[in-house]
């Protein structure tokens, strides 16, 4: 429901809102990205899909 009203309100206030709201959306989702990541400089690919000393690195 919230969705349908959304989409009706960006849909009514034109395209540059609507290309903004996507825009914000994406900052958005970097920023939770870029903050939730795991540490990965200096490790190998293995080391990191196995998930050996993750917990530690992040605590750290």
Same mark, same amino acid.
């Given at each position: 429901?919230?969705?349908?009203?959304?989409?009706?309100?960006?849909?009514?206030? *034109?395209?540059?809102?609507?290309?903004?709201?996507?825009?914000? *959306?994406?900052? $958005?989702?970097?920023?939770?990205? $870029?903050?939730?990541?795991?540490? =990965? =400089? *200096?490790?190998?690919? =293995?080391?990191?899909?196995?998930?050996?000393?993750?917990?530690?690195?992040?605590?750290?």
């Amino acid at each position: 429901m919230l969705q349908s009203v959304v989409l009706v309100a960006v849909a009514a206030a *034109g395209p540059h809102v609507s290309m903004l709201v996507l825009a914000a *959306g994406y900052v $958005f989702a970097a920023l939770i990205i $870029f903050y939730l990541a795991i540490p =990965t =400089t *200096g490790r190998s690919l =293995t080391a990191i899909s196995a998930g050996h000393d993750a917990v530690e690195r992040v605590r750290a």
